[in-house]
């Protein structure tokens, strides 16, 4: 079984910085290899893939290329920095996490098997 545990979501205005970090844990995690990635959900929209780490390459979606980086210091641990926030980037944003390299794809986030509860982004304008 894998926990993921989304931190660092909270209120800022437009133009500002946030840093999300996605903990991994659980006896299924250590004994392979995952798939991270950070998808968001506004209020009446579906869930956008934004950015993924995907056994070595670490890819943001063209949307928020130039704003937002992701890292993974750690195999268990994700960052997604984000700078020069819009209010168009408000939403629920979760970390998912698959075993599967075929899995890792930020157009199917259905095939995650591993989802966190969430982080809320707010950007007033």
């Known amino acids: 079984q894998v926990q993921l545990v989304e931190s660092g979501g909270g209120s800022v205005q437009a133009g500002g910085s946030l840093r999300l970090s996605c903990a991994a844990s659980?006896?299924?995690?250590?004994?392979?290899?995952?798939?991270m990635a950070w998808f968001r959900q506004a209020p009446g929209k579906e869930r956008e893939g934004v950015a993924i780490s995907d056994f070595g390459s670490d890819v943001v979606t063209d949307s928020v290329k130039g704003r937002f980086t992701v890292s993974r210091p750690y195999d268990n641990t994700l960052y997604l920095q984000m700078t020069s926030l819009k209010p168009d980037d408000t939403a629920q944003y979760y970390c998912?996490?698959?075993?599967?390299?075929?899995?890792?794809?930020?157009?199917?986030?259905?095939?995650?098997?591993?989802w966190g509860q969430g982080t809320q982004v707010t950007v007033s304008s």
């Open positions: 659980g006896s299924g995690f250590s004994h392979l290899r995952y798939c």
């Open positions: 998912a996490a698959d075993p599967s390299s075929t899995a890792c794809n930020l157009e199917r986030p259905t095939d995650f098997a591993y």
